[in-house]
Structures are given as structure tokens and as C-alpha cells.
């Protein structure tokens, strides 16, 4: 076979384990997973009443522009229905940005330590990666400025930084966006933007209007809680949103997605609920890893990143064999942290006491 030299080059994305693989291997009964950013909450109820009341054929294709969906996003967004472009959730558009803009001679700058399709992506294109490292997990973009030159096609800039959950404060970000270069297109990957409670955090809905060469990137599959339904949307000026479209795939958001998102959108107190559910469970664990003098970064994500100064993965098996999945830094880079959402808060109190059995045992060696 003649395989292209990426593709031999890359592992497939590896997504965290299931809770039936984990109750099958291990004999247990019970798994708490607190490993994928999933909201703990499920999904608002009118997204449940819209998807037992559709009674139309599915072997009818979906709508391919996503008309009713495009129009509620936009009046909540408030933006006109041509600034927007809509993906089998935000890994898709990040797809779409590579395939459209990058490629052999090309480079592409991101932080370490972030979202791993970005490189994956790019890799897939024959791009080059100049990844930046974080300064205790926020993006360096001095440094990011720094990397950029004539060949550069994408800068990428998750905030909140998945795993880290740091974020990128406004006056920031409007100056690093002021001094990259206006032919270089900046993704603001924002999927966990309904968390956020700092004040100073971005609202970006309408910044294409200055920065022409930026798009914003949001996903209904965290906060809305819609992950298996795919829905992602980025927002950018229209010119950019058209020479994307080119190549996106017909008809990629399916039907049920679409009509549970529109439903998702009316019910913001549904997020609200979930935005201060998750910051009380977020203090759960700044107060225990204080107690425990567990170093941690402040996130406004749904997850925290906690270091553990041990192999990561000796945590993660640990945890694993009681019942309890979270993510290991070491896909990220880094090996001796472990990335663990925030749940209910009774599967936060477990999983902190999980935490401390590690911990006892571990000194006890």
C-alpha cells in the first residue's frame, strides 16, 4: 500500500476508557468516569423532549446548511448567519482549518501542552509544528509571536487551555491578536467557554469585526452536554467562513444533533445551573490538593490538572482499579500530572477519597 508518510507517523486519537471496558476488567460494579470533560449533569430536558418528538424518516438526509440551527445561533450569538460554519463537533472544524489552510511548506504554532489535534491535524496536512511551551500552564505568546514568520498559516490558542484550564485574559489576547500578522488565520478554541467565571475572560462573539483574521471556535458537546450528538460551530468574517466551506463535508451535522442543539440554546438555565455546580465541585479540589499540598492550576474549565510529583500513570491505574477514571498527564506531556473533571459532588467526594488511598499507599512504599 502507498500509505502517505503522516499517516504512518501518527497514532489514532486514544479516547479515555469506557465505563463497561473498565466494570469488565477490573470485576467491578460501579465506575465513576470523570475522564472526557463530559458534563456530570447530562443534558437539559428540553433536549430530551425534542428528540422524543421527532417522527420524521432517517432516510431523510439532514439539512446541509443547518438552517434552523444557524438562525438560533446566530440570534444568540449575534451574529449574522454567514459568519457562522458548523462541524461534527469542534474536532471537525479543527479539521476543516487544516485542510484549508495547511500543507507541505507550511507551518502551523500552538502551545504544548494543549489540545492534541491541532498537531495531529497538521501532521495529517505534512505542516510543520512549532508547539511553544506553556509558563505554568498558560500560553507563552510572546513567545508564540516569536515563532511565527512568513510561512505560518495557523496559530492556535484553546482557552481554556485543555488540560491545563488556564486562560487567556482579554487585554492579552487583544494585544498578541494586534501583532500577529493579518495573513495568518488565530483559531480561538473556546469549547469550554460556558464554565468560565473570571471576568476578565474574553467575549469574543463579535472581535471578527476587528480581527479579520481570527475564528472562534465553540462546541455543544461540554457544557450542553450533547457530546455524542457532535455539534461544533466557529464564528469568523464571512470571507473566511466561505473559503472554509469548500471543505466541509455535506450534510456533517447530523439531523437529531441539530434539532437537540436549538433546543440546548433554549435553555441557558440549564447552563447556569451547571456553571455553578461545577465551581463548587472545582472548590472541592482546590481544597482538598491544598489539604493534601497537592500543587494544581487554577482552571475555569470543568476539569482541574493536578500534580502529583509520580508517575501519572501509576496514579491512573490506581484509580482505575477502584472504580474511578480520569485522564493521565503524559498524552499531554506531562507525565507526573493527572487531568480529572469535575463531577457531581458526591463523584467528587469519591474520587477524592480514591486520591487519598493512592496517596497512603504511596507512602507506605
Not at 64 to 72: C, D, K, N
Not at 243 to 271: C, K, M, W
Request: glycine content about 6%; charged content about 25%; overall charge negative.
Amino acid at each position: 500500500m502507498k500509505w502517505n508518510k503522516a499517516v504512518l507517523s501518527l497514532k489514532p486519537y486514544q479516547p479515555g476508557k469506557s465505563t463497561d471496558e473498565v466494570k469488565r476488567q477490573y470485576g467491578l460494579e460501579k465506575i465513576v468516569k470523570l475522564a472526557s470533560n463530559e458534563n456530570p449533569f447530562g443534558c437539559s430536558e428540553q433536549v430530551k423532549k425534542s428528540i422524543q418528538e421527532f417522527n420524521n424518516s432517517f432516510a431523510i438526509y439532514p439539512d446541509g446548511y443547518a438552517t434552523v440551527l444557524r438562525s438560533e445561533v446566530a440570534k444568540h450569538t449575534g451574529v449574522k448567519e454567514t459568519e457562522l460554519i458548523f462541524g461534527n463537533g469542534s474536532d471537525e472544524n479543527i479539521q476543516i482549518i487544516s485542510r484549508s489552510l495547511l500543507g507541505p511548506g507550511k507551518n502551523t504554532v500552538a502551545a504544548t501542552g494543549t489540545f492534541s489535534q491541532y498537531r495531529h491535524n497538521a501532521t495529517l496536512e505534512g505542516a510543520e509544528v512549532r508547539e511553544v511551551p506553556h509558563v505554568d500552564g498558560d500560553h507563552d505568546l510572546d513567545a508564540m509571536l516569536a515563532a511565527i514568520d512568513e510561512n505560518t498559516a495557523v496559530v492556535w490558542v484553546c482557552t481554556p487551555n485543555n488540560p491545563t484550564g488556564k486562560y487567556v485574559p482579554e487585554q492579552k489576547l487583544r494585544s498578541f491578536l494586534d501583532q500577529v500578522p493579518e495573513d495568518v488565520l488565530v483559531v480561538l478554541d473556546e469549547a469550554y467557554s460556558e464554565y468560565v467565571v473570571a471576568e476578565d475572560y474574553p467575549r469574543t462573539n463579535h472581535w471578527h469585526n476587528t480581527y479579520k483574521n481570527i475564528i472562534v471556535l465553540r462546541t455543544f458537546s461540554k457544557a450542553y452536554g450533547l457530546a455524542s450528538l457532535r455539534v461544533g460551530y466557529g464564528i469568523a468574517c464571512e470571507e473566511i467562513i466561505q473559503r472554509l466551506e469548500p471543505a466541509r463535508e455535506p450534510f456533517n451535522v447530523n439531523t437529531l444533533g441539530q434539532i437537540a442543539a436549538v433546543a440546548a440554546l433554549s435553555d441557558q438555565e440549564f447552563i447556569e445551573t451547571c456553571r455553578v455546580a461545577n465551581r463548587k465541585g472545582m472548590e472541592q479540589y482546590y481544597q482538598f490538593c491544598e489539604q493534601e499540598n497537592l500543587a494544581y492550576y487554577p482552571s475555569q474549565g470543568n476539569f482541574i490538572f493536578i500534580h502529583f510529583k509520580q508517575d501519572a500513570d501509576e496514579v491512573f491505574q490506581y484509580l482505575l482499579e477502584h472504580g474511578f477514571i480520569a485522564r493521565s498527564g503524559k498524552s499531554f506531556g506531562f507525565p507526573t500530572s493527572l487531568r480529572v473533571t469535575v463531577g457531581s459532588q458526591e463523584e467528587n467526594a469519591g474520587m477524592i477519597e480514591a486520591i487519598k488511598g493512592f496517596l497512603r499507599a504511596a507512602s507506605e512504599k
